[in-house]
């Protein structure tokens, strides 16, 4: 969950389609950004040596969550046609997943993907206060690339134009309920991909 703010339009989004993958039989862990301490990536390019990133903070373990993950949720507002900071230093700091991949070519490192059916399956669930036409499109396309050295392709998204103050998700005739179905489906890990 990439919203400084808890209880918001994003958290309250995200709770639904959670509340439907465990009511659908999956299994979550929920990491809100916010309270991780996650430096910004220093590009200081060690990672392109080892794979592994030197700065050592809160985003350690989430690596490793991400790498085993079957399935990954990605929850953000969006602001000024992107994402908060907190959540776009998680995203700059997989650059050690990149080099990982695509320097030093380890594709197929068992350590990185333990016994994982691949490609994994990724969802975005992104909230946007203006009707603009490609509010979401930077956003989603940082997300593509994010995942890709994470072998997992978004699958799915679901995406709310003006939604602003905090609560408005809640006033949306059907924003909630298509989370909740949304996140039903998502855990289904028979269900097959939906766009």
């Not at 908060?84 to 995203?91: D, E, F, R, T």
């Not at 993907?113 to 956003?139: D, R, S």
């Not at 134009?161 to 298509?178: F, N, V, Y």
């Amino acid at each position: 969950m990439g919203s400084p703010r808890k209880g918001g339009n994003t958290d309250l989004l995200l709770n639904s389609f959670l509340r439907g993958v465990k009511e659908g039989g999956g299994e979550y862990e929920k990491l809100s950004i916010s309270d991780l301490l996650i430096s910004s990536c220093r590009e200081c390019l060690d990672c392109e040596e080892t794979g592994e990133c030197v700065i050592q903070d809160d985003m350690q373990p989430v690596y490793g969550k991400l790498l085993k993950a079957d399935k990954i949720v990605l929850a953000s507002p969006n602001f000024f046609y992107g994402f908060p900071a907190q959540m776009k230093a998680l995203i700059d700091r997989g650059q050690a997943l990149w080099s990982r991949k695509h320097i030093l070519h380890r594709t197929s490192d068992a350590a990185d993907y333990p016994g994982k059916p691949l490609p994994k399956e990724a969802f975005a669930l992104l909230v946007g206060a203006t009707a603009g036409k490609n509010l979401f499109a930077g956003q989603l396309n940082t997300i593509r690339y994010f995942l890709e050295p994470l072998k997992a392709a978004l699958t799915r998204s679901l995406l709310f134009r003006k939604i602003e103050k905090k609560g408005d998700i809640s006033r949306h005739p059907t924003a909630l309920d298509e989370a909740y179905q949304a996140g039903s489906k998502f855990a289904d890990i028979n269900a097959g991909s939906e766009r």
